[in-house]
């Protein structure tokens, strides 16, 4: 099949998340297994033009006045054959940030900005002359794609093709004054009967919920939770409608980028049969923060994004947070590297300055990111809800054993500890209080003192788990189909 991936961020290009990793690594498995793949994303500022090839210089693509003329250029996503299309707009994407900077962190012209993104896909299959069956489109920038298939785009050479949208996360959804409808270039009668309404707002989501010939979303239990009130953000009703056209497949992890045995980023490689660089791992972790460099004392570390989604506010809130008990309370080491909402890096920064086992680094650095994975004992991820989440499995991969809340993702992927037989790969825990996320660290750093053999078995348990992108590509080869079979019946062929 011929398919066209649509998205705001992909790996090594533009990355805000996981939803970076998930586009680049599941088109390279969609290209192993035999699928002709092309992503299109935005040529941001950030990304440097003398490094791609130009394509098309006089793009046009049609926008509400007449038409906005923009500039294509590609080059390939490193190891595989799959080319990369980068739309430019010297308006739109040239300027710093993704979705918004430090002081706007929602530009006011998204709508847009990522109406432009999702219209010109269709720009770029005409000006190619090349026409997939599949558009995937992802979360809310790219949710325009198959309301434009559905309702704009739907002749000649589109009229076969089949739209996917793939939620990555509920919890971003598109939010603008309805007053930004026209940006979409769609006619008013659209906003309503497509499902855009909500209130005095236009959601861009939501229509692509209701377009999309096949929803998918990124774990199983995600998929069930989102049609559920309280994990649906809004609209469960509307996944509970479409509950038959919405399948969960779980990411997985790109052998390319996060291996233990061949990291390139590593002080040390190791592997399940030779683990002995992870301690080096975690020497020079130490060393690197400021800590004591001492194999005996667990580390504890955590990788994130600092969003309320995170459980940041159990974690680190001024008031109650649970870190300052930890560090205090139990004899563990404890290091963050994550970037987000201001009071958390604020007291990120303050609790490395009065604690001795706890260090922040604060911004977004991949190299420590790869290093906190390998050279922690246990990776935290106290998440109030979670898609898939990709950090506890690079932290399987790693042997580093995460704890976790049970949700989403989390819930599918991680194996809880059971003391009597010593089985599992990680440590879980159903609410989420500043309570909880206390005890069960407590719980994993008792077994770190108390039940070393079980914790080494975990490590190699967990080393052992694969989660395989080529299996989620066979599953998403089958959803293709099905949106495929599904486009037909709409149209009534
Ligand atoms: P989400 O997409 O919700 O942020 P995931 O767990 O799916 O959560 O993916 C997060 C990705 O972003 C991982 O690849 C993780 O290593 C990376 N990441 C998050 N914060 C940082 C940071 N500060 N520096 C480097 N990488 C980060
Ligand atoms: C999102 C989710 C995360 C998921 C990632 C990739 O950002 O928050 O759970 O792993 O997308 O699909």
Same mark, same amino acid.
């Given at each position: ?140 920038? @790219?949710?325009?794609? /198959?309301? &434009?298939? %559905? ?7 589109? +009229?076969?093709?089949? *739209? $996917? #949208? ?49 929803? @998918?979303?990124?774990? /199983?239990? &995600?998929? %069930? ?7 649906? +953000?809004?609209?469960? *009703? $509307? #996944? ?66 600092? +969003? ?186």
């Amino acid at each position: 099949m011929k398919i066209l991936m649509v998205s705001s961020e992909a790996t090594p290009f533009a990355k805000a998340g996981g939803l970076a990793d998930a586009v680049s690594a599941l088109s390279r498995a969609l290209e192993r297994a035999g699928h002709e793949v092309r992503i299109l994303i935005p040529r941001y500022y950030f990304i440097d033009r003398t490094l791609l090839e130009p394509v098309v210089g006089g793009l046009a693509v049609p926008f509400p006045e007449g038409s906005v003329t923009c500039s294509l250029y590609r080059t390939l996503l490193p190891d595989s054959s799959i080319p990369v299309y980068f739309l430019e707009h010297e308006g739109y994407f040239g300027r710093d940030g993704i979705y918004g900077t430090k002081t706007e962190p929602d530009f006011a012209d998204n709508t847009d900005r990522f109406a432009l993104l999702s219209r010109g896909a269709f720009a770029l299959c005409r000006a190619l002359d090349w026409f997939p069956d599949i558009f995937h489109a992802h979360d809310w920038p @790219t949710a325009l794609v /198959p309301v &434009y298939l %559905r309702h704009a785009e739907r002749g000649g050479n589109f +009229a076969s093709a089949a *739209s $996917v #949208l793939t939620i990555h996360n509920l919890g971003y959804q598109g939010l603008y004054p309805a007053g930004r409808f026209p940006g979409t270039g769609l006619p008013w009668a659209l906003f309503g009967s497509a499902g855009f309404e909500q209130g005095a707002s236009l959601n861009l989501l939501a229509a692509g919920l209701r377009a999309a010939d096949s929803l @998918t979303t990124v774990s /199983p239990t &995600y998929s %069930r939770e989102i049609q559920t009130p309280e994990f649906g +953000a809004g609209l469960d *009703s $509307v #996944l509970r409608h479409r509950s038959s056209s919405l399948v969960g497949i779980l990411n997985g992890v790109d052998g390319g980028e996060w291996d233990p045995a061949v990291d390139k980023l590593l002080p040390a490689r190791y592997s399940k049969a030779d683990i002995k660089g992870k301690a080096l791992c975690k020497a020079e972790l130490q060393r690197l923060m400021g800590l004591p460099i001492d194999p005996a004392v667990p580390l504890v570390g955590m990788v994130s994004r600092l +969003a309320e989604q995170k459980g940041i506010g159990e974690l680190f809130g001024p008031m109650h947070g649970s870190a300052w008990r930890m560090c205090t309370e139990m004899a563990l080491q404890f290091v963050v590297v994550g970037s987000g909402e201001a009071w958390c890096e604020t007291e990120l920064r303050s609790l490395s300055a009065k604690l001795p086992n706890f260090r922040a680094r604060i911004g977004y650095d991949e190299k420590l990111a790869h290093l906190v994975t390998a050279g922690s004992d246990f990776i935290l991820v106290p998440s109030h809800y979670e898609p898939c989440g990709l950090t506890q499995l690079y932290a399987l991969k790693y042997g580093s054993l995460p704890i976790v809340r049970r949700t989403g993702g989390l819930a599918d992927t991680v194996e809880n500890y059971d003391q009597g037989t010593g089985s599992g790969t990680g440590f879980m825990f159903d609410q989420l209080t500043p309570g909880s996320v206390f005890d069960t660290t407590g719980w994993a750093v008792w077994a770190w003192y108390n039940k070393v053999e079980h914790i080494r078995a975990m490590r190699e348990r967990a080393m052992s788990r694969v989660f395989s992108w080529d299996k989620s590509a066979i599953e998403f080869s089958r959803l293709y189909d099905m949106a495929l079979a599904a486009a037909k019946a709409r149209r009534g062929i």
